[in-house]
């Protein structure tokens, strides 16, 4: 089952703040969230864990809330680096980890100066 | 330290013919993922597979589709007999053996069936 992803777009200036959220209809065991620019790969930002991890990397951060089946990616003080493509990918019931992901449609980030 | 390697980075097929993407893996990584990636869409998985294994192929089409990671060499995914909606951007990933599943992206190929 694909996730859900909100919103679909977004436009900041910079040094706004964003929040991007990520929901599943089943029990979650991790989500991954990526980001991609136009015609590159996708590339690694974070993975958390069922358990309710909170991760952060520079200024962006993610939590993941099992009971509720989501997760969301937060931007702090957006910067003209951070426009592209969002995704998350999930991977259901007890995982183990490393399975095949799936992805939700993705949140378009635009940042403007 | 190379990351994931792609290729062909652009792949044009007339319908009919066969496709074959390759994929290198980054160095220490023994699983490998295929992802296809339509035009505005999410990544949708394909395939897994670790060495000389196929570990989930249930998003594989059942028909024209195949891959493999051999014991030597890249993984190779094959679409035989291919047809217009076949175009797509194919990405393949990569992630350590024992790991929690952080999976790294090559560049993609591009394939445009005419």
């Known amino acids: 089952q694909q996730p859900v992803q909100s919103p679909q777009a977004v436009i900041l200036r910079e040094g706004e703040d964003a929040v991007i959220n990520c929901s599943s209809s089943k029990a979650l065991y991790s989500v991954h969230w990526y980001r991609q620019k136009h015609g590159e790969a996708p590339v690694f930002l974070m993975i958390?864990?069922?358990?309710?991890e909170q991760k952060g990397h520079e200024k962006i951060s993610a939590s993941f809330n099992e009971k509720k089946q989501q997760s969301s990616l937060y931007l702090t003080a957006s910067q003209l680096s951070y426009s592209g493509t969002y995704f998350c990918?999930?991977?259901?019931?007890?995982?183990?980890?490393?399975?095949?992901?799936?992805f939700g449609k993705g949140t378009h980030l635009i940042i403007q100066p | 330290n190379a990351g994931v390697m792609q290729n062909p980075r652009h792949l044009v097929r007339r319908r009919g013919q066969e496709a074959r993407l390759r994929c290198s893996p980054m160095k220490g990584h023994s699983h490998v993922y295929w992802y296809r990636q339509l035009p505005e869409e999410g990544l949708k998985f394909m395939v897994y597979l670790q060495k000389e294994n196929i570990i989930d192929e249930s998003g594989m089409p059942k028909e024209r589709f195949s891959a493999e990671f051999p014991k030597e060499g890249p993984s190779i995914l094959r679409i035989q007999q291919v047809v217009r909606g076949d175009s797509a951007a194919y990405f393949c990933?990569?992630?350590?053996?024992?790991?929690?599943?952080?999976?790294?992206f090559g560049p993609g190929t591009r394939l445009t069936v005419t």
């Open positions: 990933a990569s992630s350590p053996a024992g790991s929690r599943g952080e999976q790294y």
């Open positions: 990918g999930t991977e259901i019931g007890s995982g183990g980890g490393a399975d095949g992901l799936t």
């Open positions: 958390l864990l069922k358990g309710g």
